[in-house]
C-alpha cells in the first residue's frame, strides 16, 4: 500500500508494505542485548495444576509467562516517565502514527579529544557523542525532517544485537550535545547505544533531564519540561541502510508504565510528482478521525491551561 503526504515543501510517497525494521528482536532465552549487567530475559511454560503450556512436553498449546526488562533487555522506548514522581505512561504520550525523521551516523570521542563535558566529571575511556559531531552531520537536515531523529554509532556492527554493555561501556551524550539536541523541534529521540547517559552516573541521568526539560535532582515536571517527547534506545541500524530523511514508525504494546519494548520500522521517501501521484494530504489529515486526545497533562500545551 502507497501512501502519500505533503510537508510544508513538497509531497512525498512511502510504500507502506515494505518497512525497515531498526529494532533487536528480543530472543527470550537465547542472545539478547544487555544493559546495567541486568538479569536476562527468560521465558518459561506456565504450569498450573495438570496443564504445561508447552506441546513439546505434552502440552494442549503453547502458553509461556515472560520476564524481562524494558530498560535494560533489548530496544525499548521511554518517557519522562521514568524519572519524574509523577507516573507517566509511554502510551500516553506517544501518540504519532507516522514520524518525519531523519538518519544520521557519528562517531563518539574519547574524553580527553573533547571540551564537551558531562556530569559526573568525565573518565578516561569514557566515549562521547558530542555537540560539534552533531552540529557538523545535521548541518544540511531539513527542519521538516527532525520531529525524529535516528542516531547510529560507529563502529557499527552486529554484535550490537547481543551486546553485553556491563563489559563494553557505551559511548553516552555530552552535555552541550544534549542541549543542542534539546533546542531541535525534536518529540522522539532514537539511539543505539542503551542510555543517553553514562552506565554509571551517581543516579543523576542530567542527559535524560535535558532531554526532557526537568532539573537537576528534580523528580517533577515544570510547566517548562517536555513530556511530549519520547526517547528509543536500544536500535540496530545496519550499515546497508543510507543516512538522509525517512519516515518512523514507533509501535509498542499497551503497557502502562514508562517503558515498554518497542519495533521501530522506517519508510524510505520518494519525491512524488503530479506525473505518478495523486492528491496528497496534510499532517493533520494523517490523524486518526476518531480520536480525540483527552486533556491528560501530559502536553506542555495542556499543563499551561492549567492555573498556577
Not at 530496544?75 to 507516573?87: K, L, N, V, Y
Amino acid at each position: 500500500m502507497k501512501l502519500q503526504f505533503s510537508s510544508a515543501s513538497a509531497r512525498y510517497e512511502i510504500d507502506a508494505a515494505h518497512p525497515i525494521d531498526i529494532s533487536i528482536p528480543l530472543n527470550f532465552n537465547g542472545e539478547q542485548p544487555n544493559h546495567f549487567g541486568a538479569e536476562p530475559a527468560v521465558a518459561q511454560a506456565l504450569e498450573m495444576g495438570g496443564f504445561i503450556g508447552d506441546t513439546r512436553r505434552g502440552g494442549s498449546c503453547n502458553v509461556e509467562i515472560y520476564r524481562f526488562i524494558p530498560h535494560c533487555n533489548g530496544t525499548h522506548t521511554e518517557c519522562a516517565g521514568h524519572i519524574t514522581g509523577e507516573r507517566i505512561s509511554v502510551g500516553e504520550v506517544l501518540r504519532d502514527c507516522f514520524i518525519p525523521a531523519t538518519l544520521m551516523t557519528v562517531r563518539p570521542l574519547e574524553a580527553a579529544q573533547t571540551s564537551d563535558t558531562y556530569q559526573p566529571a568525565k573518565q578516561a575511556g569514557d566515549k562521547l557523542i558530542t555537540r560539534d559531531t552533531l552540529e557538523t552531520a545535521l548541518q544540511n537536515s531539513s527542519s521538516e525532517f527532525l520531529e525524529g531523529l535516528i542516531i547510529r554509532t560507529l563502529p557499527n556492527d552486529a554484535s550490537k544485537k547481543s551486546r553485553r554493555y556491563a563489559e563494553t561501556p557505551p559511548p553516552f551524550f555530552s552535555l552541550e550535545a544534549m542541549r543542542f539536541l534539546a533546542g531541535l523541534p525534536l518529540k522522539h529521540l532514537l539511539v543505539d547505544v542503551p542510555s543517553l547517559d553514562r552506565m554509571f552516573d551517581e543516579g543523576q541521568m542530567n542527559v535524560h533531564r535535558i532531554f526532557w526539560n526537568i532539573p537537576p535532582g528534580s523528580r517533577a515536571l515544570t510547566v517548562e519540561s517536555r513530556p511530549d517527547r519520547t526517547v528509543t534506545e536500544m536500535i540496530y541500524v545496519p550499515d546497508a541502510i543510507t543516512d538522509g530523511q525517512y519516515v518512523a514508525s514507533i509501535h509498542i504494546p499497551p503497557f502502562i508504565a514508562d517503558a515498554a519494548p518497542s519495533k521501530i520500522s522506517l519508510f524510505p521517501l520518494r519525491s512524488c510528482f503530479k506525473s505518478h501521484c495523486h492528491s496528497g494530504w496534510s499532517g493533520a489529515e494523517y490523524r486518526n478521525p476518531l480520536f480525540k486526545p483527552k486533556d491528560s497533562g501530559i502536553f506542555p500545551e495542556e499543563r499551561r491551561k492549567k492555573p498556577e
